[in-house]
């Protein structure tokens, strides 16, 4: 059936619109689609009717394949139909604005400020074509001042803001009034909120719209995610089923799953080194492979250079202007550290098509407008099969366009994973995004929110809350610690006047009456919690950026580093303010380090690799990558032994350093660190050991001076899953853990002040508030649920302890493989470099790894031409 026979949807519920208006409107949209050139798609026309009909529901698509519009032009039908006849000509393309336009009738939710203005372009051109009489504005944390004061009063017909924004707007008294028109709430890039904090907040904010107007519509839209269904009854709340009577009240209607043009074609390749090195080391490839990459970027008429770190960014645009130093200005740089006006001189560039290449990070992954790039290249690998395919999207970033993405292998075995996720990505094996629940600090920051602006009642509230999937489990006696927390400060700080922010008034209702209070809390809403932050700035001249006060904690005056592309000298730091100066090329220059660069392999992604391994250990060496690194494979296997599937390899040798024991679960770094450490502890519980310890992506290695007596150790359950918790807790610095994570629940909840712009408190004295919180609560209020939580987060998202659960529960079902080593195999090496790697200077770690390699390829060399006279 094609598009255009899709049978036409009921009337919607309002009644002055008549069903031939509806049709009227549809043709005129459908009649533009075709001045553009287009042709609207069938999931885009569902998407549409879906609306209409009154119902909420998820769109699902790949990027570039029309998803907005399949999201807004049902609404904008509507409005159509709605509008009186324009008695200007219906070609004019000068948009008639009325002095007053409808109130706000659609919420936009974005989750990046980047991609507001972006957003706001591609709504605001159909509105203006079709000369539908609505205001459509953007308000986030990049609004002016003068736009916010102005929609004070009036808020647009179209808002697009972020769930930050949107949680700020609902602490206000009149927000209420102003959205009782509102019938539609846009969560653009759903797939990147589920599954965090921000998630939550829009959970929660969403549920408070819905108690305003039971009938409001709901659609998100979404790409590259494993369990879409999961996603929707996330985005929606919890679903009861209904009969069909019902139908028209939002609150029980059914949910529409829409999937999107699923024919776009992607290319996987990758640059393979002339030569591969059968001991590799992580990072060791390195820039090694830029001339390749250089000579690939200057075939291409346009690309984008994806790394997986902030630090990655800087060092590879370097690297790539040294090349071509002719290309300066033709190729830039773009993370989310960089000042944002040099962000948007950047996106200019590839709307204008300026700009031959741009080095970047996840700050392009998600919907910024840009015209479609010829290649998109990956630097390392992409540690997951749906962030390949999220990036391989923005090349031929239109319906039917052929999307190409080139991966730059920073070591060996970084082919295989590439590989993997090619072959996991044709099968459609994509990572899915946990929802969290009972995020206590989220909530208590909503509560206040709420409090601040119209307050509540408490167990309106509570039900209120209950329909969100984050909070359906919500316990009652966790709601009342919650409520005597926010007016008390709990146990703990019950006799401190600062915590006691919301007063219970005569008539039983939640208010925050204190405008200090008041004020404070607006400035901290949000959930987005990271190193302190300087300002990078010119002694005389622009900013720069910000870069993260751990960093340049390290760092001292007439220090040079490079940032935002450029090499600079630091002068000094002036309060929140590093000043810096340019300077010349120094090798010896630093590259600034942000948190949250250890990004660890998917569980999708390591079942893919084992089962390239599988195959490999097989003789099947099938596609350029696996041909590539078969000689390191061979060598694996003939030196120790190449893990298949259900097998779990442990290697054994003996060197002047101690015993090393290597073991291989595929799990991830995040379990790998976890799992190390408590293997060390239960062995420790036996014999008097001690151990070092290094893990990557695929194992992890203890050393010790003994032999550890690792078989019996297995036999009295080491991987057992028993008493866990209390294992980790006794093997890891767990008070040091715990106090980095309760500073982030610390700020969401509200129990510390980061300060006023302009004078914001220094990361040395958030983390002494909050450490000093976390010890009083630790030795006089124990049972505090935010101390709990923290605890809690830092096993499940520091140690990811489902997954490491899942894995000791193979670790016991699998095959072990024990084997001997006489030297370090390919697989042993790099966890072996990775521990020395803490302990020498990059110097003289480097000149060590290269003579452990030597000597090894001249072993490994010994052993072929042993191997071929015997042939």
């Not at 031929?396 to 996991?424: D, Q």
Request: proline letters at 4%; charged letters at 25%.
């Amino acid at each position: 059936m094609s598009s255009l026979e899709l049978s036409e949807p009921t009337e919607i519920d309002h009644p002055k619109v008549s069903a031939n208006k509806i049709a009227t409107a549809r043709r005129q949209v459908v009649d533009w689609f075709q001045q553009q050139g287009w042709k609207p798609f069938r999931f885009q026309r569902q998407a549409w009717n879906a609306y209409l009909d009154g119902e909420s529901g998820l769109i699902h698509a790949s990027t570039g394949t029309g998803k907005t519009l399949a999201a807004w032009m049902g609404v904008v039908i509507e409005g159509l139909a709605e509008q009186k006849t324009l008695k200007s000509s219906s070609s004019s393309k000068k948009r008639t604005v009325r002095k007053q336009t409808p109130p706000t009738r659609v919420l936009w939710l974005t989750p990046l400020r980047a991609l507001a203005a972006d957003t706001l372009g591609a709504l605001t051109r159909p509105v203006d074509e079709l000369q539908l009489r609505w205001s459509v504005e953007s308000r986030t944390g990049d609004t002016s001042s003068t736009i916010r004061n102005r929609q004070r009063s009036q808020l647009p017909t179209v808002l697009v803001t972020t769930p930050e924004s949107l949680s700020l707007l609902l602490s206000r008294t009149d927000t209420q009034s102003q959205f009782a028109d509102l019938r539609l709430v846009i969560v653009d890039e759903w797939h990147e909120l589920l599954g965090t904090k921000r998630g939550v907040q829009t959970e929660l904010c969403l549920a408070r719209l819905r108690k305003w107007n039971p009938k409001l519509r709901t659609w998100g839209l979404s790409a590259t995610l494993g369990n879409i269904d999961e996603a929707m009854e996330v985005l929606l709340g919890p679903h009861n089923p209904s009969s069909i009577e019902n139908k028209k009240d939002n609150s029980a209607a059914s949910r529409v799953l829409i999937s999107g043009v699923k024919s776009k074609k992607i290319t996987v390749d990758s640059l393979i080194p002339d030569t591969i090195d059968r001991f590799p080391w992580a990072g060791h490839l390195g820039l090694r492979n830029a001339p390749a990459l250089v000579a690939a970027i200057e075939e291409a008429a346009s690309s984008l250079v994806f790394t997986n770190t902030r630090s990655q960014t800087e060092l590879w645009y370097r690297t790539i202007l040294a090349a071509k130093p002719e290309w300066a200005g033709k190729i830039a740089l773009h993370h989310g550290s960089i000042d944002r006006s040099t962000r948007d001189w950047v996106e200019n560039g590839l709307r204008t098509g300026s700009l031959k290449s741009v080095v970047c990070t996840s700050s392009l992954d998600l919907g910024v407008d840009f015209s479609p790039v010829d290649r998109v290249f990956q630097i390392g690998s992409p540690k997951g099969v749906a962030r390949l395919l999220q990036r391989a999207g923005r090349s031929g970033h239109s319906p039917g366009k052929l999307s190409r993405i080139t991966c730059v292998p920073t070591n060996a075995f970084e082919l295989v994973e590439i590989a993997a996720a090619r072959e996991a990505m044709e099968e459609g094996h994509l990572e899915g995004r946990t929802p969290l629940t009972n995020s206590l600090d989220v909530l208590t920051q909503h509560a206040i929110s709420i409090a601040v602006g119209s307050g509540f009642d408490s167990f309106d509230l509570l039900n209120e809350v209950r329909n969100t999937y984050a909070c359906q489990s919500l316990s009652d006696e966790q709601w009342a610690w919650i409520l005597d927390f926010i007016t008390s400060g709990g146990d703990a700080l019950r006799a401190y006047p600062d915590y006691h922010k919301v007063i219970v008034d005569e008539e039983g209702f939640y208010r925050v009456t204190d405008q200090q209070i008041a004020r404070r809390h607006r400035l901290s809403i949000g959930t987005i919690v990271s190193d302190a932050s300087l300002t990078v700035q010119f002694m005389k001249g622009a900013r720069l950026g910000t870069v993260e006060e751990s960093f340049m904690a390290k760092v001292n005056p007439g220090d040079q580093f490079f940032f935002a592309g450029r090499l600079v000298e630091l002068v000094k730091i002036h309060e929140s303010t590093v000043l810096v100066r340019k300077s010349k090329h120094n090798e010896k220059a630093q590259v600034p380090r942000w948190m949250g660069g250890r990004m660890p392999l998917s569980t999708e992604l390591a079942s893919a690799v084992l089962k390239k391994l599988d195959a490999a250990a097989q003789g099947q060496f099938e596609n350029p990558e696996m041909k590539a690194v078969q000689s390191l494979l061979e060598l694996q296997q003939s030196w120790s032994h190449v893990p298949r599937k259900n097998e779990l390899l442990i290697e054994r040798c003996k060197t002047r350093e101690g015993h090393h024991v290597f073991m291989y679960p595929f799990a991830g770094r995040l379990v790998h660190e976890g799992l190390s450490s408590l293997f060390a502890y239960r062995i420790s519980q036996r014999v008097p050991i001690t151990f070092s310890m290094s893990n990557n992506d695929y194992g992890f290695e203890l050393l010790s001076s003994s032999e550890a007596p690792l078989e019996e150790a297995i036999l009295n359950g080491l991987f057992d899953a028993d008493s866990i918790d209390e294992d980790i807790s006794n093997c890891i610095n767990a008070v040091e853990m715990g106090k980095r994570q309760f500073r982030e629940v610390a700020n969401i909840a509200g129990l510390v002040f980061n300060g006023y712009p302009g004078n914001r408190k220094t990361a040395r004295q958030v983390q002494a508030s909050t450490g000093l919180l976390y010890d009083v609560f630790k030795n006089y209020d124990p049972n505090n649920l935010l101390l709990k939580q923290s605890q809690q987060e830092v096993l499940e998202r520091q140690l990811e302890k489902q997954r490491m659960l899942d894995t000791l529960q193979s670790m016991r079902t699998c095959k072990i493989i024990w084997k001997p080593l006489l030297k370090f195999s390919p697989m042993s090496f790099p966890l072996m470099v990775s521990r020395l790697r803490e302990r020498l200077s990059s110097e003289s770690f480097a000149d060590r790894v290269r003579r452990m390699q030597e000597s090894l390829e001249k072993a490994a060399g010994k052993d072929d031409t042993r191997e071929g006279k015997a042939n």
